[in-house]
Each structure stands twice: as C-alpha cells, then as structure tokens.
C-alpha cells in the first residue's frame, strides 16, 4: 500500500509540475509577475524565493498552484493588492542586494529596505549597478524614496496602496494577470492544459527509445463458438502473419483483424512443436468495452493471448512517429470516452476512479516496471490536459469560458456572474471528488 501511495504521489507531482510550468512559462513570457510556484497546498513545508517569484513545497499533496499577481476576479487593483505589490517590489530589491552581497541576511525587511533607500539615494544613483546589479525601476525607486528617513516601511506601503500614484498603478498594471490582454489571458491559461497535453508524447519518445514491453502475438485461448476455435486455432500457436503481413506484436495483429472490415483473413501461425500452418478465419462484429467504459462493436475472431512479452526499443525517428500517433490514439479514446459519460451510454461509476483507485493502479504499473508506469503517467497527464479543458468553472476550461464571454461582449463578465458561477463550479468538484472516493471504497468492499 505505501509502494502504491508513493507511486501515485510521484506521479501526480511529476504532473502538477508539467501542468503548473506551462501556466508559469507563459506567463513569463508575456510580462505577468508570478509570485508564487507551488506543487502541494498549504501549509508550506519548505521554499525559496529565486528573482520575483517564490518557490514551495506544500504539506497538502495531489495539487499545486501558479499564483500570479493579481485577482482573477477582481474589476481594477485593491489597496491590499497595491501593498501586496509593493511588499514584493521591496523583497526585490533586498534579493537583489544580497545577490551582490550588498544586504545582510540576517537583517529583517524594514532594516534592509532602509539600508537600501540610504545606500541608493537619488544623489547615489550611480551606484545602484554595484548595489543590485542593475538600474532602479520606476516603482523601486519609489518606494525606496518614500522609506528614506521613515520609520516603519509598513505605514509607508499602507500609505502608498491606499493613495497610489499614476506611476504605481500603471507598473502594477503591467505586471498583473487581469489588465493584459484577452490574448495573452488565453494564452497562459491554455498553457497549462497544453503542457499536459505535449508533455505525453516526450515522455513516451523517451519510453519507446528505453524499451516496452509489447505481448507477442501467441495465443493463451480461443473462445467457444467464436471463428478461431471454429477454424481450429489453438492455444500456443504464434501468429507469424496475416495476410502476408508479418506480426511482430499483439497489438498489429489486434489492429489488422479489426482493420480488415469482416473480410477473411489468411493467418500463417506456427504450432508449438515447430510445424507451419495456414488457416482462412472470417471475423465476426461483437460489441466489446474499451479501455476507457465505453461500449463499441469491432470485428473479433475471439482470441486471447498468452501473455508471453518481449521488450521492444525504437530508435530516436521510430519512436517519435510511434509516440506522437500513440498519443493521438490516446486522446481520441479519451474524448470518445468523455463523451459517452455526458450521453449517458457509459454509467458514471464504471468510468470514474478516484484516488484511491489512481494509487492502487500506479502501485500495480510500478510493480510491473519502469516503463509501464511510464505510460500510466502518459494516460494520466492526456486525461489531465483534457478534462482541464472542459467548461467547468475552476477549471482552466471555465476560465477560458469566461474569456470566450468577454470576446463576443468586448467586456469583462460581470463579477457578480463569475462569482456565482466559480461558486457552483466549486461545489460541483467538491461533489464530485465526494463521489468519486466512494465510488473507489465501493469498489474495495465489494471486491
């Protein structure tokens, strides 16, 4: 049980990081000041702070965060993000300073920043490259101005956030989430998704260039009344062909028969004591359950494997062919199998796993070795940047929905409506979640 608890925590913080990072990158890349990057929730366990943003690891796992300056919700800066702000402008300043050996690291925050406003006085100006490594900005250089020769820089940031100057209000604008653009809003809100979404086939290129292993075509057992029992397929022998295809793996031999629309097969198979045979086997339509609860017909023979396997490696060109079309493969079955739960073909409690059921499962694909847990991260991280992507508010689907609002009004959704509408979204998750962990101890009890 713990193997499988570890197993499904480093997984899940593998995830969160791919998914936080995108959102983190993004916003970088397009000006908006990130203040913190978590993977866990509070309370903080440990940190550090590097440039403009802190870095934490939080005591409450599965989850993680991307805090960017700025309420989402909010119509214009509050004086308590204004101060918030400038109590980041100052942490700046001393990080900086410290870099440069310029600030004592035992010194608190007020200490340092009046260290810092006497050291960079505006007839010092000069000497700010060899302080903090570069020039002030606007905003620093106010702050450190208005702490010169003041007492607590508290009052002064309280001062400040409650009558900013243009000059203030407009730096905070230009760094904050909420007053960029529709476009870059989207961007950095689909990065995190996309992340998810790119991240599976990297991870799987680098998986088929390790090695999977891949069941080789030999049969366990044919079902009764079925075509192969009825041509005389038996267990043991090796599919060598079909068609005159040769089949290397299970899963060829799984897509050709399906492939082949009901048309009669030629198999060429060798029998466990060495002797080749030829059999015709026309496939017959049975409805079957995917791997995701769906319910699809496709063409059987109805056969088994045996479970032999061997582990099968690609070079750097096979193996981004194989991933990227595995990975498509992938996201379709899932978006099919999405959808079945919405029309009600596929009953909610055999779709939906909680948990539970994702630690019981990574425990049981890290039992069976690197690469198969590999691949239960691959279909986890496509069904993260997926199911992230649904019009949910709180999800980044719902977020998005919001900009798609704003776009066809040229305004903002009123807050009073993104509110009510987070509101349900929270309260749809929390039922949810609820849901689902009684689905897994459900499924524990029963068996």
């Known amino acids: 049980m713990i193997h499988s608890i570890l197993s499904a925590a480093l997984v899940f913080a593998v995830l969160v990081v791919v998914h936080e990072a995108g959102h983190f990158a993004m916003a970088k890349k397009v000006g908006v000041r990130v203040l913190r990057f978590s993977i866990g929730y509070p309370p903080k366990l440990f940190g550090f702070r590097r440039g403009e943003t802190d870095y934490s690891i939080g005591a409450t796992p599965f989850g993680g965060y991307v805090r960017m300056l700025g309420d989402e919700v909010g119509e214009k800066p509050t004086p308590e993000e204004i101060a918030?702000?400038?109590?980041?402008?100052?942490?700046?300043?001393?990080?900086?300073?410290?870099?440069?050996?310029?600030?004592?690291?035992?010194?608190?925050?007020?200490?340092?920043?009046?260290?810092?406003?006497?050291?960079?006085?505006?007839?010092?100006?000069?000497?700010?490259?060899?302080?903090?490594?570069?020039?002030?900005?606007?905003?620093?250089?106010l702050l450190l101005n208005e702490a010169r020769g003041q007492a607590k820089v508290g009052d002064i940031i309280k001062s400040l956030s409650e009558h900013p100057p243009t000059l203030l209000v407009e730096a905070y604008c230009k760094r904050a989430f909420p007053?960029?653009?529709?476009?870059?809003?989207?961007?950095?809100?689909?990065?995190?998704?996309?992340?998810?979404?790119?991240?599976?086939?990297?991870?799987?290129?680098?998986v088929f260039m390790y090695g999977v292993p891949q069941l080789?075509?030999?049969?366990?057992?044919?079902?009764?009344?079925?075509?192969?029992?009825?041509?005389?397929?038996?267990?043991?022998?090796?599919?060598?062909?079909?068609?005159?295809?040769?089949?290397?793996?299970?899963a060829d031999f799984s897509k050709t028969v399906k492939a082949g629309d009901g048309s009669p097969i030629t198999l060429e198979i060798d029998r466990p004591h060495g002797a080749r045979s030829t059999i015709v086997i026309?496939?017959?339509?049975?409805?079957?359950?995917?791997?995701?609860?769906?319910?699809?017909?496709?063409?059987?023979?109805?056969?088994?494997?045996?479970?032999?396997?061997?582990?099968?490696?690609?070079?750097?060109?096979?193996?981004?062919?194989?991933?990227g079309e595995t990975s498509v493969e992938m996201t379709v079955q899932m978006v099919v199998g999405i959808a079945s739960i919405f029309t009600g073909s596929t009953p909610v409690k055999d779709a939906l796993?909680?948990?539970?059921?994702?630690?019981?499962?990574?425990?049981?694909?890290?039992?069976?070795?690197?690469?198969?847990?590999?691949?239960?991260?691959?279909?986890?991280?496509?069904?993260?940047?997926?199911?992230?992507?649904?019009?949910?508010?709180?999800?980044?689907?719902?977020?998005?929905?919001?900009?798609?609002?704003?776009g066809v009004k040229g305004k903002p959704l009123e807050l009073r409506y993104r509110e009510a509408m987070l509101q349900v979204g929270l309260f749809l998750l929390?039922?949810?979640?609820?849901?689902?962990?009684?689905?897994?101890?459900?499924?524990?009890?029963?068996?």
Not at 284 to 309: H, M
């Open 84 to 141: 918030l702000y400038l109590h980041e402008v100052g942490l700046d300043l001393i990080g900086a300073a410290r870099e440069h050996g310029a600030a004592p690291t035992g010194a608190g925050f007020d200490d340092n920043l009046h260290a810092l406003a006497e050291r960079l006085s505006e007839s010092a100006a000069g000497v700010a490259h060899s302080v903090i490594g570069r020039e002030l900005k606007p905003d620093e250089a």
């Open 179 to 206: 007053t960029q653009s529709l476009g870059k809003r989207v961007l950095i809100v689909l990065a995190g998704p996309m992340a998810n979404i790119v991240f599976a086939p990297l991870l799987l290129t680098f």
């Open 216 to 250: 080789l075509p030999v049969v366990g057992k044919t079902t009764k009344d079925l075509p192969a029992a009825k041509a005389g397929l038996q267990a043991g022998d090796r599919i060598l062909a079909v068609n005159g295809q040769p089949m290397e793996t299970w």
């Open 282 to 323: 026309k496939p017959t339509r049975l409805e079957q359950k995917t791997l995701y609860g769906t319910n699809a017909t496709t063409w059987v023979i109805g056969v088994q494997p045996s479970g032999d396997e061997v582990t099968k490696r690609y070079g750097p060109i096979g193996a981004v062919k194989e991933a």
């Open 353 to 406: 796993g909680g948990p539970i059921m994702i630690a019981q499962m990574a425990g049981q694909e890290a039992h069976r070795g690197l690469a198969n847990l590999a691949m239960f991260t691959v279909m986890l991280s496509l069904e993260l940047g997926v199911i992230n992507l649904l019009p949910v508010p709180l999800l980044d689907g719902g977020h998005l929905l919001f900009f798609v609002f704003e």
């Open 430 to 447: 929390v039922a949810l979640m609820a849901f689902v962990i009684f689905n897994d101890i459900s499924r524990i009890v029963q068996g």
